[in-house]
């Protein structure tokens, strides 16, 4: 279920940060779902380490993921609801059991049904209201920008962001602006200030983008818990043709549904 789209307190501030004069739009997370979302044709949430990847690589095999916001039991029960297994807590990966560990659904079978929790990029899918919603990374950065850019003419790119532990702020993430720029590099149209910045500075970082993805906080965070080879699968660069859809509920792979 979604949630309603979170308006600004004075429609002033909507007209301000809307970025509604061009075509090719880019802001971070849930208010950037606020301000860009109503007046876009399309959304595209970028969380790269690791819900975007993570829903690429399931879908990219034919599974089903439906995003879920909460980490608490309430989660437990709408797995059930949906008939569909339930994504642990990101855990050092082993065998068995899926998370948001993209190492762990690397083999998820074709027509799996898997409820995946994430404070951001789960989070985010469910504030865009009705619009038409992608998830994004860099392995699919160019698949998902030519779906867009056929779905319509204003497109909003959302880098998700992470959150500090001490007050659960936003943390704007390295790896979500490098994203956002892969998508953004392959759009076309006016871009905003805040969507050519994220262009410019996936192009200054696109020679190296595991190297980078190893060395920025996020990166370093998975590494030191023994998730390298997800820094490795998120760093993966337009090796991907899957194009994750939201639709009732859920994220499918676009091209395995036309």
Not at 102 to 117: H, N
Not at 234 to 258: G, W
Request: hydrophobic fraction near 40%; glycine fraction near 6%; include cysteine.
């Amino acid at each position: 279920m979604r949630y309603p789209i979170v308006f600004g307190t004075v429609a002033i501030a909507l007209m301000i940060y809307n970025q509604s004069e061009f075509d090719l739009r880019c802001e971070w997370g849930l208010q950037g779902v606020a301000q860009l979302a109503p007046i876009s044709d399309v959304v595209v949430i970028v969380d790269v380490l690791s819900f975007s990847t993570c829903v690429e690589i399931a879908t990219n095999n034919g599974a089903i993921i439906f995003p879920y916001a909460m980490r608490d039991e309430s989660v437990i029960d709408y797995a059930k609801s949906v008939r569909a297994e339930l994504a642990s807590h990101r855990q050092r990966w082993t065998i068995s059991g899926y998370s948001l560990s993209p190492k762990s659904v690397v083999q998820i079978p074709a027509g799996t049904r898997l409820v995946l929790p994430s404070p951001n990029g789960s989070f985010l899918t469910l504030h865009t209201g009705n619009i038409p919603t992608l998830a994004g990374c860099l392995r699919n950065c160019q698949a998902v920008a030519e779906f867009a850019q056929k779905y319509g003419d204003k497109i909003a790119v959302i880098p998700a962001g992470e959150r500090w532990k001490e007050d659960d702020s936003l943390r704007p993430a390295f790896e979500d602006l490098i994203g956002a720029g892969a998508i953004l590099s392959y759009l076309h149209g006016s871009l905003s200030p805040e969507a050519e910045v994220a262009v410019t500075t996936f192009q200054a970082f696109q020679h190296d983008l595991l190297g980078y993805l190893k060395k920025c906080s996020s990166g370093k965070e998975l590494i030191e818990k023994g998730f390298e080879s997800d820094v490795e699968l998120s760093a993966a660069y337009n090796i991907s043709d899957c194009v994750p859809f939201f639709t009732d509920n859920a994220y499918v792979n676009y091209r395995l549904q036309a």
